[in-house]
């Protein structure tokens, strides 16, 4: 006899948070991001899984302009994040959408964009006080 474990709202809540590692507001940057890392970590498959990965978000990467409204708002960056990403389920009768893990998602998208908004503040500050020390 199997054993059906269900997540309840606590679990899919840090499974969203934790899934912000791998969609991250930053896969539309180039160049790659934390995610590429990640995914290229995975021993034996990391290389080129890593490649499917990158070639998966490059339409995304196309239309989202990094630190705009699609890739770097709180609500509306994770809902199209979200749909690119889990397109396919909708084909899938009977499959499942967990709210939970949404906000998860949301929650860990908070902490990356308000981290980005303290180091441009931080870069800021450093640039004016080297210039002051210039003049």
């Known amino acids: 006899m199997a054993v059906c474990y269900k997540f309840d709202?606590?679990?899919?809540?840090?499974?969203g948070i934790f899934?912000?590692?791998?969609?991250?507001?930053?896969?539309d940057v180039d160049k790659g991001c934390i995610a590429n890392h990640i995914i290229r970590s995975t021993p034996v498959v990391g290389e080129p899984?890593?490649?499917?990965?990158s070639r998966y978000w490059m339409p995304y990467?196309?239309?989202?302009?990094?630190?705009?409204i699609l890739s770097h708002s709180i609500i509306?960056?994770?809902?199209?994040?979200?749909?690119?990403?889990?397109?396919?389920?909708?084909l899938i009768p009977g499959t499942r959408f967990y709210y939970s893990f949404a906000v998860g998602l949301m929650i860990s998208d908070?902490?990356?964009?308000?981290m980005d908004m303290w180091s441009e503040f931080v870069d800021g500050f450093r640039l004016y006080k080297n210039s002051r020390k210039k003049g």
């Open 9 to 15: 709202i606590t679990q899919w809540h840090t499974v």
């Open 19 to 27: 899934s912000g590692l791998l969609l991250t507001p930053d896969l």
């Open 49 to 53: 899984l890593e490649w499917l990965w």
């Open 61 to 68: 990467s196309a239309f989202a302009k990094h630190r705009g």
């Open 76 to 90: 509306v960056s994770s809902i199209v994040r979200l749909c690119y990403a889990f397109w396919w389920m909708a």
């Open 110 to 114: 908070a902490a990356h964009i308000l």
